[in-house]
Each structure stands twice: as structure tokens, then as C-alpha cells.
């Protein structure tokens, strides 16, 4: 749920940035800032160029137009959306983080502590599930004291309570540490409930705004469909009520009752 939150300063902002590849572009005129202490989320389709804007804000390309600033001395923290690990590579947890330029055991392990995996700091990085091995990169990143937290579709591979899970968890990390998140992600239904700021991107910047005024928007509705937003809608909203199955507000405990007697929510998951 997003709420009122004070932020701080800049950590990056793009301005009017263009970017493309082989004669074709990507991106173009896309204004972005994010600051210390928000969480701001990428939506959009595939191939919409969310994942270069992340390398534009990292400085891993330059832009074809326009401008990135970013905070001097920024320190960024980066999970990546794919990641495998080679199955004959002899690695454990310790030796992968160690790598990461972190040292002393007890900084490795809190740092596994902190993202709720300190019972894998000696496992081998082949035989994590996908949760833990999400876990483990952010684990990763955060070594770096990140002032910037950038995770690009950090929830590949794992279920769906592992995702909820993880999102509590950025929040909890941003909360703790002040620092900016940038997410970008396709579980739009929990995405709208987990973030500040939601930044709808297809090639430009359609659409930007509190995940509540984002999905009422008419780009952002032409671009997912009436169906799909208006679910979302639903469940990006403060809940102080619950819903009947037909989508209407209802006070708190007067849900519809299961088999087993007890209350259901309607929100659409």
C-alpha cells in the first residue's frame, strides 16, 4: 500500500533521455527521478525498454539524448533479472558473497540475516530454491551499503507467497537503510499494493504517479486492458474494507463465508 512517506534527496534523475540499438530506438524522452527513502516501480510490456532505462540510471550505457544525473559518490546495489550459476561451479553462499569485495563472516551473515536467509550461508548456490536465491542477491547488493537499490524483475522464479514475502522485505529494507529502491517488474497485482511511485514505461513515459492514480489513468488502461486494471485498481487501494464478489465495498469481517465458515476477501489476486 502506498502511504505518506518523507523523501530525501536526488539519487539519480534522467532528463529527456533517448537510447537505442542498431539504428532503432528504445527509449525516447523519458524524464525520471528517483529519491532516498521511495520505492519506484517500472511497469510495462515486453520490449518496452525498462531494463535499459535501469543501465541508463546505473551508468552501464550512456543515453543517445538527454541526460542522467546522479548523486556524487552514489553507491548502487544491483539484483539482475536472470542469474544461473553453473552446476559444476564449487561455490557456496560464503565464497559467492565473499567475491562481492565483503569481509569478516559476521558481515556475511548478517547480511544473509537481515533478508531472512542466514541458514544458507554455507549452502551451495546450486541447490538454492529460487526465494533463497533471490534472497542471497540482495543480500549481495546490500554489502554495498547501496543508496540506490535496483532490482530488476527481482521476483523470477519464485511463487507466489515467495513474492509477497520478498516485497514486504524491499520495504522493510528501504525503511531500515533510507535508501531509493528501483523496481521493475510484471506482478503488476503486487506491485501496486508494494510501491511509492509507479512509473508506467513503453518506450516514453506514459504515465507516472501513486500506484492508485496510475491505474486510473486512460494511458495506462489502453496499455493493460479495463479488465486487468480495474483488478488492479481494486487492490492497490488502502484496504479499511473488504469486498463482496462482485467487487462492492463491505465493512471489515463481513465477507462472503467459505466452506469452512470463515470470512474470504474478493480482492483479485
Partial sequence: MSVDRPVGETVVALAGVGAGFGGES??????LEVRRGEIVTLIGPNGSGKTTLVRLALGLIEPSAGTVRRAPGLKTGYVPQRWAVEETLPITVRRFLALAG??????????????????VLDAPLQGLSGGEARRVLLARA???????????????????????????????????????????SH????????????????????????????????EYLALFGPRLAGALALYSHAHDHDHDLSGQAIAPGEGHEDEHGGHTRADPL
Fill in 26 to 31: 528504445v527509449l525516447a524522452g523519458v524524464d
Fill in 187 to 218: 506482478d503488476l497485482h503486487l506491485v501496486m499494493a508494494a510501491t511509492d511511485r509507479v512509473v508506467c514505461l513503453n518506450h516514453h513515459v506514459c504515465c507516472s504517479g501513486t500506484p492508485e492514480a496510475v491505474s486510473r489513468n486512460p
Fill in 142 to 184: 546490500l554489502l554495498r551499503e547501496p543508496d540506490l537499490l535496483v532490482l530488476d524483475e527481482p521476483m523470477a522464479g519464485v511463487d507466489l507467497t515467495g513474492q509477497a514475502d520478498l516485497y514486504d522485505l524491499i520495504r522493510a529494507i528501504r525503511d531500515k537503510r533510507g535508501c531509493a529502491v528501483l523496481l521493475v
Fill in 102 to 119: 565483503a569481509s569478516g563472516a559476521g558481515r556475511l551473515r548478517d547480511a544473509l540475516d537481515e533478508v531472512g536467509a542466514a541458514q
